[in-house]
């Protein structure tokens, strides 16, 4: 009897087993495989050993990427999809609880839209924004008040990224944020309101602290989340003016697949890759340990009944 359940339960698995081995197992397999050849337009597999990483350390350019890469992570993390989810999050939370629900529905609605719009859509929208004529969004405002015209992508690239993902990442704190604050039992709240506390009191010492995990959650997921994105920074910027925007994850793709000017070197973009990976777990051994999620799912010390 126990061999059949065994035997049921490996059938039930199988088809989930299958789908994890062909599009997770093997694809990572043939990428660090891919990795220690000198593959390019010819699709050779001539393997090279640790060449490829031997080139990165030569590579000048990739210096730069590095930092433009820290810059962008985590300038997009603190000045959008952390701090100003937080904020909306309790603004709009503000607003639901002075019994306006629909207006903070709208606005948390509004926040929402450039998530849901296609990528290439939102990038056009605003490549017409960022027009360094009298055409653009922002030109057009300053010509009204009699500036003058502005080439924003060429004199300030990375702010200009920063910007358009930090509106997009921002969404995604602020609907994890809302539903922290809200699920926050009320007597908090009014045992604060009781001791004389302030609506910015009630905020430090009774809201932060009770949403500690989701914040920590938001930080570390979008910080693995930004250091394999490049889709905006691709349509809007192209990594230029002079890989002033360029990060490791679109320097690794044009590496592989840059249209026209594209050297096709299929081995060192996956070892820039698989380098990124690497970073990638660095980071989240850092978080693990520094965020103590170990803690989050840990078993209650007290059974709910």
């Known amino acids: 009897m126990k061999r059949r359940g065994y035997g049921m339960i490996v059938l039930l698995l199988l088809p989930a087993l299958l789908i994890i081995l062909a599009f997770y197992v093997v694809p990572a397999v043939l990428t660090g495989t891919m990795s220690l050849t000198n593959m390019d337009h010819r699709l050779s597999w001539n393997f090279v050993g640790l060449d490829n990483y031997k080139a990165m350390l030569q590579d000048t350019i990739l210096s730069r990427v590095f930092w433009n890469t820290l810059l962008y992570v985590f300038g997009t993390l603190l000045c959008f999809n952390v701090t100003f989810g937080l904020l909306l999050a309790l603004a709009t939370s503000y607003i639901a609880e002075r019994q306006a629900e629909r207006t903070s529905m709208f606005f948390r609605a509004l926040w929402l839209l450039p998530r849901f ?3 290439i859509v939102y990038g056009v929208i605003w490549l017409w924004i960022l027009d360094p004529t009298r055409n653009g969004l922002l030109n057009g405002i300053l010509n009204f008040f009699g500036g003058r015209p502005v080439s924003w992508i060429s004199e300030y690239p990375m702010p200009v990224i920063i910007l358009t993902n930090g509106v997009i990442g921002a969404s995604f704190g602020m609907i994890l944020f809302y539903s922290a604050i809200t699920s926050i039992s009320k007597e908090y709240t009014w045992a604060a309101e009781v001791d004389g506390a302030g609506w910015l009191q009630r905020i430090r010492y009774v809201t932060l602290p009770l949403i500690r995990w989701p914040l920590m959650f938001v930080t570390a997921y979008q910080t693995l989340s930004l250091l394999t994105s490049y889709e905006y920074i691709l349509i809007i910027t192209g990594g230029g003016p002079f890989y002033r925007t360029t990060v490791w994850s679109l320097y690794a793709y044009n590496e592989a697949f840059g249209g026209y000017y594209a050297s096709y070197r299929f081995g ?8 990124l990976v690497l970073i990638s777990m ?12 170990r803690e989050m ?6 059974e709910v009944i």
């Not at 660095?282 to 340990?289: L, M, N």
């Open 297 to 302: 799912m840990s078993e209650p010390k007290i």
């Open 268 to 275: 060192y973009a996956t070892a820039l890759t698989l380098v």
């Open 282 to 293: 660095v980071a989240s051994i850092i978080y693990w340990r520094v965020f103590r999620f």
């Open 117 to 119: 719009t296609p990528p």
